[in-house]
């Protein structure tokens, strides 16, 4: 018997879970997204990609600025939902709105919890170093990603995986789990266990403050700075050109072998950087305003010699 399904999401993450629900054939009664953001040339509002999703599945599409007044409670009620599914939604959701469905709030969380309870998981698990992760269906209740986890299946993270590679991945193999999870609800055989109470951690948003580069850091630390944040934000650093500097985002990079003074050129062909510890090589680099370049093509460009000192 398919569900009367409420889906919360936002962004491309959400999306594989959304299309993998109705070719389950579960009915999505509803979907909440986050309301449209500037962005593009001219920064025209642009729908969120789960916004697009259901508006190409004819659903209706909400999009409260908050969900803590009575009015969004009431129409939330109104949805009769036998449960709603929650996929890198945005908004908080409040209790009234957590105990509305008849199963409850299912949500999507990529890290093996309690490990990385929070907004940003997959970035902070690659920038830690971390080898594994896991994608997990865990019944949502007021704390910040607390509640009892149902389903979950470990990933391994490759060794030169960055987090948009990894959440692509992710994205796929957990639509695939949380539609497991709605088969277990309907049969009724959907058991969720506490989370362990060791191994806590939180995984914050990102803050600009920790895109940025610093070259006196192990080049391996750097490495997974990179590896964290492509691409998007994106790591990035100062490169001189001319008399002035420009800032590039560094996409990807691997350790090499050299020392010097921390953010010195050691080397252009292959362009490798002297850190606190070892050397970066950049092979994967992006100008302001143009397309991501690997080394050799950015250097055309760029013009950058041996002993000049990125910032």
């Keep these: 018997m398919a569900l009367r399904v409420v889906f919360m999401g936002t962004p491309d993450f959400a999306v594989p879970t959304l299309t993998k629900i109705i070719e389950a054939g579960h009915e999505v009664v509803a979907v909440y997204t986050r309301q449209p953001q500037p962005g593009g040339r001219g920064m025209a509002e ?71 309870r929070g907004a940003a998981p997959i970035e902070r698990a690659v920038m830690a170093g971390d080898t ?32 948009g590679e990894l959440r692509a991945r992710l ?19 959907l058991h969720c266990s506490p989370q362990p109470e060791a191994g806590i951690t939180y995984a914050a948003k990102i803050g600009k403050g920790e895109t940025r580069l610093d070259w006196n850091f192990p080049a391996e630390t750097l490495r997974n700075q990179v590896r964290g944040l492509s691409p998007f934000p994106g790591a990035w650093c100062e490169v001189p050109r001319g008399t002035a500097t ?29 850190c606190g510890a070892d050397a970066l090589e950049l092979t994967e680099l992006q100008r302001a305003g143009k397309k991501p370049a690997l080394a050799a093509e950015f250097l055309r460009g760029a013009r950058l010699v041996e002993g000049a000192v990125l910032d």
Aim: aromatic share 2%; net charge neutral; proline share 7%.
């Design 46 to 116: 642009q729908p969120s990609p789960v916004h697009e999703a259901a508006r190409a599945h004819a659903i209706t599409i909400v999009m409260p600025r908050t969900l803590k007044i009575p009015a969004a409670e009431t129409l939330f009620a109104a949805h009769a939902a036998d449960i709603a599914v929650v996929v890198a939604y945005g908004l908080i959701l409040p209790q009234a709105i957590l105990d509305a469905p008849r199963h409850g709030c299912l949500n999507l969380h990529a890290s093996a919890l309690p490990r990385w």
């Design 171 to 189: 994205a796929q193999s957990g639509a695939a789990l949380m539609v497991r999870a709605l088969r277990h609800v309907e049969e009724g055989t």
């Design 132 to 163: 594994a992760t896991a994608i997990m269906a865990m019944r949502m209740e007021a704390g910040l990603d607390t509640g009892p986890v149902c389903l979950s299946e470990s990933v391994a993270i490759g060794a030169d995986e960055t987090a």
């Design 246 to 274: 420009e800032r590039v985002k560094i996409l990807r990079a691997r350790r090499a072998e050299g020392a010097g003074r921390p953010g010195t050129i050691l080397g252009t062909d292959p362009l490798v950087i002297a």
